[in-house]
């Protein structure tokens, strides 16, 4: 009986709230919705694969490019790029280079590649970009990489972008399993995948007494992202909680100690 | 539940932080004190210990050195949280008996730290089958002077009993042998991708027929102040929804086919 109440209550969670919606129409291109940072003191490269070309060889017969969308950290466009993907090859793509005078330092972007080959559409899956970003910080000589996070939007034919992150009817809380550290700046960048606005609350809990340390509140725009600064101090070692009604609120934590950073998601 | 692995890269030092509390408020409704086990593989048995308890809502570091002084050899070291210790000595993998998230999984920190700099990830291991392999694509090879770059193959499997299998590396263009190493199971093989004569653009291609890992990327400044440390995704991730692991096999037959040449 208890075992059977169980499921039901897991049921109730679930039902009719996925962590990632599907596009109604096979064929479409899906991508996260990556964090860009572009400051004097940050620089932000994605390494673009020709996804295409992974299932089917180099054909060259088909024109494959992918369209970069870039969003400012309210989630309105601020431009799109087009390149073209060169099979089978490592394409290291600057974003600074876009993002000159965009008048934010943070946003996030999508990539969306031209092409699904038959063999995808057939197994009903839909070809998404989650690849691989990193982050070079105060000019260092070593950039921190960190990989895709959620399978975040789609791009329709008709150049419709849907989000694709699920809702959840009740608020949610993502518990980061990471202790923060004191001498530690920890800036923790959040998206909302979600088609609709967010309200998002980041809470440090001391895991001393479990009382609350520091509490921030924000509304994100669909596609937008916000980033939460948070230092500790010394007699307070603290965990992280993301509340929320995004089903999975899973964080990008940029961890600077010494002017060294590391990033790393939830 | 899974087993978090302490790292070991070139100049560094390996550290697993293990929570525990439930990475979400709905999946587990109530978390009770866990047992925290160290597992290693030797002379053809797993063997564990007992390393201490950890209370609802705590944290605990565990470093490579707080280990050493229970485990008297190079063996990868697989912390574990569970409802009870673990056998001493047992033929199999032992399994983990604890409460599951999938939305996240229940992870811990993985880390690595110079005397200057850490790096980490949220991470898990499980075991894989031996009948596995490995194809992934790694275009995390950083160049400036002075870094230094590797791969580094986490594998555990159920069986304790040493084996190899052969792994090699390829520029994904011209599908050239660059280099080729042995990944050692239930170990963190360290392979250097410095030297292999790749330039900016290449596309690694890291493809073992014989067994599955964990592939992650490792780059360091020479004297330890910089790290960056990632792992690449299996080739299933390259789609959503559908049967994906089908589309994993897809790119699989491919790109074995195409280096089998």
């Known amino acids: 009986m208890l075992l059977y109440m169980e499921r039901i209550r897991k049921k109730l969670w679930n039902i009719m709230q996925p962590l990632t919606h599907k596009p109604k129409v096979l064929g479409v291109p899906v991508s996260d919705l990556f964090i860009w940072r572009n400051s004097k003191d940050w620089k932000t490269f994605f390494e673009l694969t020709d996804i295409g070309g992974l299932f089917v060889g180099c054909d060259d017969s088909v024109s494959r490019f992918v369209k970069f969308l870039v969003f400012d950290n309210d989630g309105t466009l601020l431009l799109e790029k087009q390149i073209s993907l060169t099979c089978n090859k490592r ?171 590391d990033v790393f998601h939830g | 539940m899974s087993y978090y692995p302490i790292l070991k890269a070139p100049g560094c030092e390996g550290w697993v932080t293990l929570c525990n509390f439930s990475p979400n408020n709905w999946e587990i409704r109530d978390v009770s004190s866990k047992f925290i086990n160290v597992t290693w593989a030797e002379g053809g048995k797993w063997r564990s210990e007992y390393l201490g308890m950890l209370a609802p809502d705590e944290m605990r570091t565990i470093t490579i050195e ?83 770059n590797y791969l580094i193959l986490l594998n555990i499997e159920k069986s304790p009993i ?43 291609v890291i493809v073992c027929r014989g067994m599955s890992a964990i592939p992650l990327y490792f780059s360091k400044t020479s004297d330890g102040s910089f790290l960056s440390l990632e792992h690449t995704h299996p080739p299933a991730s390259y789609v959503i929804h559908g049967k994906r692991w089908e589309a994993q096999k897809v790119i699989k037959n491919l790109w074995f086919a195409r280096t089998a040449q």
Not at chain 1, 152 to 172: D, V
Not at chain 2, 183 to 192: F, K, R
Request: charged fraction near 15%.
């Open chain 1, 91 to 261: 394409q290291q793509i600057d974003l600074s280079k876009f993002l000159c005078n965009v008048g934010c330092e943070f946003g996030t972007f999508s990539v969306f590649h031209s092409y699904t080959h038959q063999v995808v559409s057939d197994l009903g899956s839909y070809v998404s970009d989650r690849g691989y970003i990193s982050y070079c910080y105060v000019g260092a000589p070593l950039c921190a990489y960190v990989h895709g996070n959620h399978d975040a939007i789609a791009q329709l034919s008709n150049g419709e972008l849907l989000p694709l992150g699920g809702i959840s009817i009740r608020t949610r809380e993502y518990r980061l399993q990471h202790a923060l550290l004191s001498a530690t700046l920890y800036e923790t960048g959040i998206v909302n995948h979600s088609a609709k606005k967010q309200h998002i609350l980041c809470r440090v809990i001391s895991t001393s007494n479990g009382e609350v340390i520091k509490e921030w509140k924000v509304r994100l725009g669909s596609r937008g992202c916000h980033i939460f600064p948070c230092e500790v101090n010394q007699s307070q070692a603290g965990r992280m909680v993301i509340i929320s009604h995004l089903v999975m609120a899973r964080p990008l934590i940029f961890k600077i100690k010494n002017n060294k950073l």
């Open chain 2, 66 to 148: 707080e280990v050493s002084g229970v485990i008297h050899s190079n063996a990868l070291p697989l912390l574990s949280l569970g409802a009870a210790s673990l056998p001493t000595s047992s033929e199999s993998l032992p399994q983990i008996v604890s409460p599951q998230t999938h939305v996240p999984n229940w992870r811990a920190t993985l880390g690595l730290s110079s005397a200057q700099s850490s790096t980490c990830y949220q991470g898990e291991i499980d075991p894989f089958p031996p009948s596995g392999s490995l194809l992934t694509f790694g275009p995390f090879i950083q160049f400036n002077e002075g870094v230094e």
């Open chain 2, 162 to 204: 040493v084996r190899s299998s052969q792994v090699e590396i390829l520029d994904a263009d011209q599908v050239v042998l660059r280099g080729r190493a042995e990944v050692v199971n239930n170990d963190a093989t360290i392979i250097s991708l410095d030297n292999l004569g790749f330039g900016q653009n290449d596309l690694p």
